[in-house]
């Protein structure tokens, strides 16, 4: 029998982009010292009073638009009731039950190895993240600078089908939050986590019903979009096995966790018995309606995101699916290229220097395009230098590679290494006939046929002037020169 995966994710992002946490007045974010970035409502003291955050609805309602959800007539929040020591309130405050959420069955486009689909999104919400726990060999540590972070909860349909197609989703979603101006969405501070949900179902059946799906399996808390993808391989050749060893239809919902030592899934807990929450509504946030040139206000503040970026890349600037591609997968890639290219330097220009050495160099290193030596405006100032004809771009190249590795700016080795391109027509005929009358032989050749030995004496030029002759010049120049003769 054939199956087929059906995955659903549920992909939590911290909005880094407002400068307090969602319904407290302390600094949103969590770096420095532990348990300094806090105020007594984080802390879950009795008497404090949630307020909310207007810039953190803002940017979560932009997000709803994106995904093109439907938006609440009114905003108001729950408490999901819990008990856990990095949640000292007891409870959560989050929007769950419908029609809270800031948004609602929404449609999203992205690619998949070149192929466009749509993923659809069955809410978005607004919550506060909890504190985070360090966990010791005898003791557990808890900081509660997290607490209380703003974070969007986005879930999807089951709609997914392989791992390829899960990623490449998440990833769009990254780069819808860090062009929106929402998140930083960098999973390596923790920004981005997700729960993935796996069944499996025979593949002639209709998936559109939710009766022939199978049970849902679900993942918690995946860090990393690597291990969402192995996570989801790992557990639909698991219950693969399942169906066809005959233990998969006695299968009960369950939690599992991915773990990064041994890749495997591991059971947590049965959902059968899940806990109930109590949600309610959270009564110390008085709901309160959305006006309509509120909402349209937001909606005209979304900036161009990657696609609109690209779009212009390609149709205004002239450049390659490929570059372009390349070129917005990071705003701070785009960014740097925007940058580069206001202070008047061609685009084409910057972008085959940002994706063939600067790149090259990033990648490299495992660097960040924003954090690099060379700022844009450096780079603009190299390509001014090859534009004007200072130096030629083979120098330019050396230049470029001196300047991040060593940490100096372009122009000054370009003036401190007395580096300037041979491309005086007098002086370039100079060694043109310099190289010919060492090598008389040359021009017979050349006569005879033997045109490749054009290539030699160019050669001998640039190796005379220590490659500072321009070569196109030099190359045309011998050319008429033995023509002449
Ligand atoms: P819960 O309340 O247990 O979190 P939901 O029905 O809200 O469950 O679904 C949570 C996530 O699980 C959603 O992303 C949804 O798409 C996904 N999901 C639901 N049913 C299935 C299934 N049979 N197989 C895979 N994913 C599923
Ligand atoms: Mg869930």
Same mark, same amino acid.
């Given at each position: 029998m054939k199956y087929k995966a059906l995955i659903g994710l549920e992909m939590h992002c911290e909005i /880094?982009?407002? &400068?307090?946490k969602v319904f407290s007045s302390a600094e949103n974010s969590y770096k420095g010292?532990?348990?300094? &970035?806090?105020r007594p409502i984080d802390m879950g003291f009795p008497g404090t009073l949630p307020v909310v955050n207007k810039e953190a609805v803002k940017k979560a309602l932009m997000a709803s638009m994106i995904l093109n959800c439907k938006q609440p007539e009114y905003i108001y929040f729950e408490r999901k009731n819990y008990y856990y020591p990095d949640m000292p309130k007891n409870y959560q405050i989050t929007q769950e039950t419908k *029609?809270?959420?800031? %948004? /609602? !069955?929404g449609e999203m486009k992205y690619e998949c190895n070149g192929e466009m689909k749509v993923a659809k999104i069955n809410n978005i919400h607004l919550e506060e993240d909890a504190a985070s726990s360090d966990h010791y060999a005898s003791y557990s540590a808890i900081d509660y600078?997290?607490?209380?972070v703003p974070l969007l909860e986005l879930v999807t349909e089951?709609?997914?089908?392989?791992a390829d197609e899960a990623v490449s989703f998440l990833e769009t979603m990254r780069s819808v939050y860090q062009y929106a101006g929402?998140?930083?969405?960098d999973s390596k501070k923790g920004q981005i986590r997700c729960d993935v949900n796996v069944s499996i179902m025979e593949?002639?059946? $209709?998936?559109? $019903? *939710?009766? &022939?799906w199978g049970t849902k399996i679900e993942i918690k808390n995946v860090n990393s979009f690597g291990g969402v993808r192995d996570a989801i391989n790992y557990e639909i050749e698991r219950q693969t096995e399942a169906k066809e060893d005959g233990t998969y239809d006695s299968m009960e919902q369950q939690t599992r966790r991915w773990d990064e030592e041994s890749l495997t899934t591991i059971y947590m807990r /049965?959902? =059968?018995?899940?806990?109930?929450?109590?949600?309610?509504?959270?009564?110390n946030i008085p709901k309160f309606k959305l006006s309509k040139e509120w909402l349209e206000e937001i909606r005209a503040s979304i900036p161009p995101l990657a696609g609109e970026r690209k779009e212009k890349y390609m149709?205004? !600037? %002239?450049? /390659?699916h490929y570059d372009a591609t390349i070129l917005v997968k990071e705003k701070s890639i785009s960014d740097y290229f925007e940058e580069c290219i206001s202070?008047? =330097?061609s685009e084409k220009d910057v972008s085959n220097w940002i994706t063939s050495v600067i790149l090259g160099h990033v990648n490299k290193y495992e660097l960040e395009i924003d954090k690099i030596f060379v700022t844009p405006k450096m780079l603009a100032d190299l390509i001014q230098l090859v534009g004007n004809k200072t130096i030629s771009s083979k120098q330019a190249k050396e230049v470029l590679y001196k300047s991040l590795t060593e940490e100096r700016e372009p122009t000054k080795i370009v003036e401190e290494e007395g580096?300037?391109?041979? %491309? %005086?027509e007098d002086e370039i005929l100079g060694f043109v006939n310099e190289v010919l009358s060492e090598h008389p032989e040359a021009i017979d050749q050349y006569k005879a046929g033997?045109?490749?030995?054009l290539d030699f004496l160019v050669g001998q030029i640039m190796k005379k002037t220590r490659g500072q002759a321009n070569p196109a010049m030099a190359r045309s120049m011998m050319q008429a020169e033995i023509e002449k003769r």
């Open positions: /880094s982009e407002t &400068n307090t010292i532990a348990n300094t &970035n806090i *029609p809270a959420p800031v %948004g /609602s !069955y600078n997290r607490a209380g089951p709609i997914f089908h392989s929402i998140s930083e969405a593949e002639s059946l $209709d998936e559109t $019903d *939710p009766k &022939n /049965s959902k =059968v018995d899940a806990i109930d929450y109590k949600y309610f509504i959270e009564p149709n205004e !600037y %002239g450049l /390659s202070y008047g =330097v580096l300037k391109q041979i %491309g %005086g033997k045109t490749n030995i």
